[in-house]
T-cell receptor
Framework: AQTVTQSQPEMSVQEAETVTLSCTYD???????LFWYKQPPSRQMILVIR??????QNATENRFSVNFQKAAKSFSLKISDSQLGDAAMYFC???????????FGQGTRLTINP | KAGVTQTPRYLIKTRGQQVTLSCSPI?????VSWYQQTPGQGLQFLFE???????NKGNFPGRFSGRQFSNSRSEMNVSTLELGDSALYLC?????????????FGPGTRLTVT
């Protein structure tokens, strides 16, 4: 079974600075997808960024980028120019090819200090 | 296009009762997945439905059941409620079952069991 581990329960960063959230996963599959989701206090789960395992190039979405290390099974999220609106729980998630089931990590609570 | 809707948003039940939660996917989406979110266990996969068929089921007791209708709307039912069933129940929809299809989450139903 696949597992996802987020080793940082909480992180904080000063507004406008950069922060990196860590995620490792375990799978025997070679084709899969990785995601970072954001869950603000409203509890609505929002997709931040996705990475296809077959793509070597790291995904980027505006201020959000990932460092995908397939051999190391590592998938970290970098948030640049942190904004107050980035404060939320961040979940790393894994999904097999051919399935919709998401396996989530335990989450990292990100605080932005003004 | 309207997003995923879940009803009711909040629910309070007593131990031993049963409850039915509803999820209406985005128009045109045929796949619906359910997740349970608790502080202790995090986000756990419950079920996945596509075209009225359950494709995948998480590791939950038989008290948890679900179904999907011909219009893709889905319901989940929990019988003989226990205190530990108190959770946020999230529904997500996507166009299809392949891993590359994006999942969109609803706002969730907060269930409290007293």
């Amino acid at each position: 079974a696949q597992t996802v581990t987020q080793s940082q329960p909480e992180m904080s960063v000063q507004e406008a600075e950069t922060v990196t959230l860590s995620c490792t996963y375990d799978t025997s599959e070679s084709d899969y997808y990785l995601f970072w989701y954001k869950q603000p206090p409203s509890r609505q789960m929002i997709l931040v960024i996705r990475q296809e395992a077959y793509k070597q190039q790291n995904a980027t979405e505006n201020r959000f980028s990932v460092n995908f290390q397939k051999a190391a099974k590592s998938f970290s999220l970098k948030i640049s120019d942190s904004q107050l609106g980035d404060a939320a729980m961040y979940f790393c998630a894994y999904r097999n090819q051919g399935a919709q089931k998401l396996v989530f990590g335990q989450g990292t609570r990100l605080t932005i200090n003004p | 296009k309207a997003g995923v809707t879940q009803t009711p948003r909040y629910l309070i039940k007593t131990r031993g009762q049963q409850v039915t939660l509803s999820c209406s996917p985005i128009s045109g989406h045929r796949s619906v997945s359910w997740y349970q979110q608790t502080p202790g266990q995090g986000l756990q996969f419950l079920f996945e439905y596509f075209s009225e068929t359950q494709r995948n089921k998480g590791n939950f007791p038989g008290r948890f059941s679900g179904r999907q209708f011909s219009n893709s709307r889905s319901e989940m039912n929990v019988s003989t409620l226990e205190l530990g069933d108190s959770a946020l129940y999230l529904c997500a929809s996507s166009l299809g079952v392949a891993g590359y299809y994006e999942q969109y989450f609803g706002p969730g139903t907060r269930l409290t069991v007293t």
